[in-house]
Every structure is written in structure tokens, then in C-alpha cells.
């Protein structure tokens, strides 16, 4: 069974990286399940646009045991403008995405290309929501760096300890030196010196985005569009 499914992964692989460039389908399907290369995929991206996924079907009333049909058929369905808007809109609130979409992008959902009975084509509501969840990590990302240098109080580019453990109590509520430590080494890892006692901004960036630490407001710029 195993060299069976082993053999069936390879050849979906396969056909992913054959059909990509050609089907919009089935790139938006290799995004999400990680196997096109550079696609920028994230355990956080998959998430965010499976729930869209499951949120439409909840608001539209569909069995979500009939998305393959409801997504391959030249005349699906689609997704009715306001489910997709709306659970582009809830969906961005929780966990699953780092920053809440403006009333700008839940507008821009519902110009989304539509079909013929004016519902929008739910592979481009996906491909909507990761490029959305893309730029909205880096947006917080860029944040994190904002408020970085804030905390960097000699101005040398990089934090020590002390400095770091002030920081984080900023976007976080943990108090235990012994944890705060731990993450301390695990930003200074994403480091490519051997400096053991210094982080720089871009590796607190991946550290406070990979525990979805809460960015203050004052450090972000307008939500992407």
C-alpha cells in the first residue's frame, strides 16, 4: 500500500509541475499543498485559504465533500459574492492570518472574475486569499522590524538579551526568563553569523510571525491591497 500511494503522489506531483503554468486550477492547487517550488507556501497560508474554503461552503450552504466537483467543472457553481466576501473578512480576524483585511480588500473580493450566473470562481477567490496572506506577512514582518528598532537603545542594528526580553513583553504576555531565553536562541539560530549573543531585526521578524505574536498598531502601515 505504501509504494502504491508513494507511486500515486509522484505522479500528482507530476501533473502539478507539468499543468501548472497552463491551468490557473491547478496552480492554485500546488500552491496550497506545497509542491511548487518558490511558492512562498507556509503552514499559516494553508490554512488561512482552506478556511475561506470551508467558510464559503458553510455560508453557501455546500457539502464540503463535493469541493473537487464543485471546483473542476467548466460551469461551477461558484461562490456567491457574499460568501466570499465575508469569509475573506471573518477569516482574516482569526489565527489563521496575521493581519485583518481592510474594507478595501473585501471590496476587491466581490470584483473577483465571476461566472455566468454572477458568482465568483472560487479558484480565484483562493488565489486572492494566499497573495493576500502573503503580503499581509510581510507587512507584520515589516512592523516587527519598526518596533525592533525601537528597542534597539544603542543603535548598533542588533539586540542583546536584555533588550530582546523588554521587547517581547511589548507583543506577548510571557514573563518566564527561561522562555524568553528559548526564543532568544531559537532567533539568534536564524542567524548566518556565529554571533551567539546578538539577533538582527529580520530574524526577530521570523520569530515574532511564527508564533503570531501581536504587532502593535502604531507599527503598521496601511493593511495590504
Given amino acids: 500500500l505504501k ?4 507511486k500515486q503522489l509522484g505522479e500528482i506531483y507530476n501533473s502539478v509541475i507539468a499543468q501548472e503554468g497552463k491551468l490557473e486550477r491547478v ?3 500546488g500552491l496550497i499543498s506545497g509542491m511548487i517550488n518558490g511558492g512562498g507556501w507556509s503552514q499559516g497560508m494553508c490554512d488561512f485559504t482552506l478556511n475561506i474554503l470551508k467558510k464559503v461552503c458553510d455560508l453557501d450552504g455546500r457539502a464540503p465533500n463535493n469541493i473537487s466537483e464543485w471546483m ?3 460551469k461551477e457553481p461558484g461562490a456567491t459574492p457574499e460568501a466570499a466576501a465575508l469569509a475573506m473578512l471573518e477569516v482574516s480576524q482569526t489565527k489563521a492570518c496575521p493581519l485583518k483585511a481592510s474594507e ?5 473580493v466581490g470584483r473577483l472574475p465571476k461566472n455566468e450566473a454572477g458568482n465568483i470562481i472560487v479558484h480565484n477567490l483562493l488565489m486572492f486569499a494566499i497573495d493576500y496572506h502573503k503580503k499581509a506577512v510581510e507587512k507584520v514582518k515589516e512592523g516587527f522590524m519598526k518596533l525592533f528598532l525601537q528597542h534597539d537603545q544603542n543603535g548598533d542594528g542588533v539586540l542583546e538579551l536584555k533588550e530582546f526580553t523588554a521587547m517581547l513583553k511589548d507583543v506577548s504576555n510571557m514573563t518566564d526568563e527561561r522562555e524568553i531565553c528559548a526564543l532568544y536562541e531559537e532567533a539568534v539560530a536564524f542567524e548566518d553569523d556565529d554571533d551567539p549573543d546578538t539577533i538582527t531585526k529580520e530574524s526577530f521578524a521570523e520569530l515574532a510571525t511564527k508564533y503570531q505574536f501581536e504587532c502593535p498598531l502604531e507599527f503598521l502601515t496601511d493593511a495590504p491591497t
Avoid at 509504494?3 to 508513494?6: L, N, P, Q, R
Avoid at 478595501?104 to 476587491?108: F, G, H, I, K, P
Wanted: glycine share 0%.
Fill in 104 to 108: 478595501a480588500v473585501v471590496e476587491e
Fill in 3 to 6: 509504494s502504491i500511494a508513494t
Fill in 27 to 29: 496552480r492554485c492547487f
Fill in 72 to 74: 473542476s467543472a467548466d
